[in-house]
T-cell receptor, first 112, second 113 residues
Framework: LAKTTQPISMDSYEGQEVNITCSHN???????ITWYQQFPSQGPRFIIQ???TKVTNEVASLFIPADRKSSTLSLPRVSLSDTAVYYC?????????????FGGGTRLMVKP | EPEVTQTPSHQVTQMGQEVILRCVPI?????FYWYRQILGQKVEFLVS????????KSEIFDDQFSVERPDGSNFTLKIRSTKLEDSAMYFC???????????FGPGTRLTVT
């Protein structure tokens, strides 16, 4: 599994765009990049997944450069309820289902 | 939207006792998981289950742990003889197909005294 590095914490204000970058220098050809969100005392929640270039859904955008050695999760116009821990995960899909290996994540604090 | 449910939400037990944590995955999902999170620490993978058998397990998942899917809906985690260090949040997750979009339950907080 490729190791990921992301900032331990970030602060932002309501209405701002937040970009969280994750480094994964040893990403393999078959690896996908996935981001999860976790609120206190809740289970992680899938946000977005991508392989290359840009992926966008109703919650976030994921930017992946051509070399795929990093990725950036972009949260547009954050609100107080976006305060959570955000995890970047990298791994290959396999036939037996895919265990998730969580790192420490980035603790995002959104202030009023 | 369908969701994974877990019971109980909080379980208190004495050291050495057996506990069973229960999960109802999303009905058309095929892959099932248990994770745990000790307070203030990372989410850790315990075990994955597919086609009625364990497909992967971590070093944490020793002989004291077992999983079962006794019927078409429940997925259980049993800890035979609990230790103080088993105190954690235990999350069940399920997955429909070969993606990383696992759906997590709300967790069971296990407190071993």
């Amino acid at each position: 599994l490729a190791k990921t590095t992301q900032p331990i914490s970030m602060d932002s204000y309501e209405g701002q765009e937040v970009n969280i970058t994750c480094s994964h220098n040893n990403i393999a050809t078959n690896d996908y990049i996935t981001w999860y969100q976790q609120f206190p005392s809740q289970g992680p929640r899938f946000i977005i997944q991508g392989y290359k270039t840009k992926v966008t859904n109703e919650v976030a955008s994921l930017f992946i450069p051509a070399d795929r050695k990093s990725s950036t999760l972009s949260l547009p116009r954050v609100s107080l309820s976006d305060t959570a821990v955000y995890y970047c995960l990298v791994g290959v899909l396999n036939n037996a289902g895919n265990m998730l290996t969580f790192g420490g994540g980035t603790r995002l604090m959104v202030k009023p | 939207e369908p969701e994974v449910t877990q019971t109980p939400s909080h379980q208190v037990t004495q050291m050495g006792q057996e506990v069973i944590l229960r999960c109802v995955p999303i009905s058309n999902h095929l892959y099932f998981y248990w994770y745990r999170q000790i307070l203030g620490q990372k989410v850790e993978f315990l075990v994955s289950f597919y086609n009625n058998e364990i497909s992967e397990k971590s070093e944490i998942f020793d002989d004291q742990f077992s999983v079962e899917r006794p019927d078409g809906s429940n997925f259980t985690l049993k800890i035979r003889s609990t230790k103080l260090e088993d105190s954690a949040m235990y999350f069940c997750a399920s997955l429909r197909d070969q993606t990383y979009e696992q759906y997590f339950g709300p967790g069971t907080r296990l407190t071993v005294t």
